[in-house]
Each structure stands twice: as C-alpha cells, then as structure tokens.
C-alpha cells in the first residue's frame, strides 16, 4: 500500500475510532467500523442513484437498440459496479484490516457476499409484500436490517476471516502501529 493511501486508511481509522470511544462499552470497534463503512457507503449508492436516475439518464428508458432498461434498472445497473468497489476497499481496508486472505481471494469471496445480499433482498421483498401483505416501504426496512445482519456475519467469518494465529499477529502489528491511534 502506498504511504499516502495508508495515511488516508490510518485517518479514516482513527477519526472513526475516536468517534467510537464513548460506545466502546457497548459496541466492538469492528462492527461499529462496519457501521461507519457502510453507512456511508449506502449513502454513496443512493447519492449516485439519484444522479443518475435522475440527470444522466434523464428518467428516460436508456434504449440500447437490441434492449431497452428502464431508467431506475438502468441507474441501478450503472452505480452497482462503483458501490461495490468502494464497499469492497473500505471492508479491506477499513472494517476488516485483521484478514490476511489474499486480495483476490477476499473480492470472490465479497462477491459471492453481495449476490448473497441480492438475492436475500428480492426474496425478503417478495415475501413480505406479497405474501404477508406489509407495505413496501415497512418490507424495504425490515428486509434491510436482515441484510446488514446477513452481510456482517457473512463478510466477517467468511469474505474476510481471519485465523486466531493471523489474528494474534495483527494484534501485533496493531500494537505497533498505535502511535497512529489504531485500535
């Protein structure tokens, strides 16, 4: 990693951490980072939707010649690829720092996560609008909290796991980095 993109991490890190210490009693740093990360980044993903459902693509069908999209499809299909870049450096970089996978292997695995996600999100949509009868925007939120309990567990023990000899040795390796306040 290259001095100023790990200045920019160790930042990132310590101003999150500081903003964690009055909900350490009650909250690990891990997931509160996990919190933070992707907070931010759903925020990114509905800021970019916004901007291009509504000014680049004009909310007007995005007609290919061989297939036409509909614009909300259309604005989905252009974000997804930037969020899921983003989501992915911050987990890496930001979340999950402890994991010693490969690079590779964490991105296969982070994608299987995400199809994971897609597909709990249409199912759990499915379900509880047509057949327990909710309302969609009660669906949206109760098929949400579901999905980020999903992605944590799924991200945490499987996309970026981390063995208790890797751990002990990042524990280290933290330690020494600590003037940078990383915890």
Known sequence: MSSIARKIQITIIS????????????????T?????TGGANSIFDIFLYFIFYNFILDKK??????????PYIAAFLFVFPITFTTGFIL?????????????KVQLFRYGISVAGSILLNYLLLKLFVEVFGL???????????????YSFMVQKHFTF???KKALAAAIQYVNKDNRHGIQ
């Open 61 to 70: 069908i995005l007609d290919l010649y061989f297939i036409s999209i509909s």
């Open 91 to 103: 987990a890496k970089y930001i979340t999950f720092t402890q994991s010693v996978l490969k690079g």
């Open 15 to 30: 101003t999150i951490d500081w903003v964690h210490k009055p909900f350490s009693k009650y909250i690990s740093h891990e």
């Open 135 to 149: 309302y969609a925007t009660l669906s949206k939120i109760l098929t949400t909290a579901v999905v980020i309990c």
């Open 32 to 36: 509160f980072r996990y919190g933070v």
């Open 161 to 163: 796991r981390t063995s």
